[in-house]
């Protein structure tokens, strides 16, 4: 008489080999994204050495540093621009090391740069419906059978983010002439269009006033805490650092040299020395 045999071992066994063990204690701890002993080179010149640290998903980390510490390359990786020459970065509970930044954005990551991209033989509105998620199964079917009604409800999302981003011109308003302001809070509703799991911000305060930072980061805040988001921001200036993020990653020379909450790097013997120059 045959023993039926249970298939739970079977099936943990195709577990853990479709999901390293590295992954599922990541996932077990809620680790939205990591990396592991990255290094990257550029003709011999070593801009990131041994990066390694985990980010909490709904975490909101700041990296911080001069000009040249690195944190334009560590942005390039998380994003997947540039892939390391060594070591190992883990998103969305996947080896991501070698994956494209498009691979990233179809799992839910967006990047807002620095410098707005602005297409200008495009209206506002439809600027930010770029940003829309791909469509898959039954999007795709919509897309195609009804593209006027699909185009409709996308474009009526888009004019509810931008109300959400304080973006109130006029649909038909000329590119050329927009603020510069306004233009990163377009950059930023396109990524938010794309209902982003990692948002990664590059320099967001860049060249905006006093009020239009307040907004702006107003906006940011809102947002990842309503919708648990992970946020990365890529910032000097320590003013935003302290508004957005609660966790602050601070590089010199390609190396982390302190990590922890934002108030207590912000106060470290190093970073002062070599970033701050006096006590925060």
Request: aromatic letters at 6%; proline letters at 4%; hydrophobic letters at 40%.
């Amino acid at each position: 008489m045959e023993t039926a045999m249970s298939d739970e071992p079977l099936d943990k066994a195709v577990e853990l080999v479709e999901t390293p063990r590295e992954t599922q204690e990541q996932e077990r701890r809620g680790i939205g994204f990591a990396l592991k002993g990255v290094e990257v080179s550029y003709s011999g010149v070593q801009a990131l050495k041994n990066i390694s640290f985990e980010i909490s998903s709904g975490e909101r980390v700041g990296i911080i540093g001069n000009n040249g510490a690195g944190k334009s390359t560590l942005c390039d990786v998380i994003s997947g621009l540039i892939k390391p020459n060594v070591g190992k970065v883990t998103y969305a509970q996947a080896d991501a090391t070698r994956k494209s930044a498009i691979w990233r954005a179809q799992k839910g990551m967006r990047r807002v740069f620095q410098h707005p991209v602005y297409f200008e033989d495009l209206s506002i509105v439809e600027n930010v419906m770029i940003g829309s998620p791909p469509s898959r199964g039954d999007g795709i079917v919509s897309s195609l059978l009804f593209p006027r009604l699909f185009y409709k409800e996308q474009r009526e999302t888009a004019i509810r983010i931008m109300e959400y981003c304080n973006i109130a011109e006029n649909d038909n308003h000329s590119g050329v002439n927009l603020p510069y302001a306004t233009k990163k809070r377009i950059e930023l509703a396109r990524a938010l269009m794309g209902n982003p799991k990692i948002l990664v911000l590059d320099e967001p305060a860049a060249a905006m006033d006093e009020e239009e930072r307040a907004q702006y980061c107003q906006v940011v805040i809102d947002y990842v805490e309503t919708f648990s988001t992970t946020l990365i921001v890529v910032e000097h200036d320590v003013e935003v650092i302290k508004t957005l993020c609660k966790r602050a990653i601070a590089l010199d020379a390609g190396e982390i040299i302190a990590d922890g909450e934002v108030i207590p790097v912000l106060r470290n013997d190093k970073v002062i020395d070599l970033y701050l120059g006096k006590r925060v």
